[in-house]
Nanobody, 125 residues
Framework: QVQLVESGGGLVQAGGSLRLSCAAS????????MGWFRQAPGKEREFVAG????????VYADSVKGRFTISRDNANNTVYLQMNSLKPEDTAAYYC??????????????????WGQGTQVTVSS
């Protein structure tokens, strides 16, 4: 069982930056693939970024590639999402998720077992 709590969301102007954090409970955090997803009003939840259990592999959605960076600190049970050059279309609730250690399709939200409650990111133009 893993409990996930996101933080770091807020209101920022276009072109600005935010860093989201996701703190996980439990002693087996390093066993999980971690992902960030987002959901805008009226839209489906979509994949943003994923990172392997050891941090050696990262995957990004095309829409955020080059602007967002996912990282993790297994010693402190935390995964991060650094978001730069934010755009109004990045406005959404952002969720972190934990999935199987050897997950292959990072963008498949159905493969993730645990989800946080989300943190709101609003980018003004």
């Amino acid at each position: 069982q893993v409990q996930l709590v996101e933080s770091g969301g807020g209101l920022v102007q276009a072109g600005g930056s935010l860093r989201l954090s996701c703190a996980a409970s439990g002693r087996t955090f390093s066993s999980y693939t971690m992902g960030w997803f987002r959901q805008a009003p009226g839209k489906e939840r979509e994949f943003v970024a994923g990172i392997s259990w050891g941090g050696g592999r990262t995957v990004y959605a095309d829409s955020v590639k080059g602007r967002f960076t996912i990282s993790r600190d297994n010693a402190n049970n935390t995964v991060y999402l650094q978001m730069n050059s934010l755009k109004p279309e990045d406005t959404a609730a952002y969720y972190c998720a934990a999935g199987p250690r050897f997950l292959s399709a990072y963008d498949d939200r159905g493969k993730y077992n645990y989800w946080g409650q989300g943190t709101q990111v609003t980018v003004s133009s």
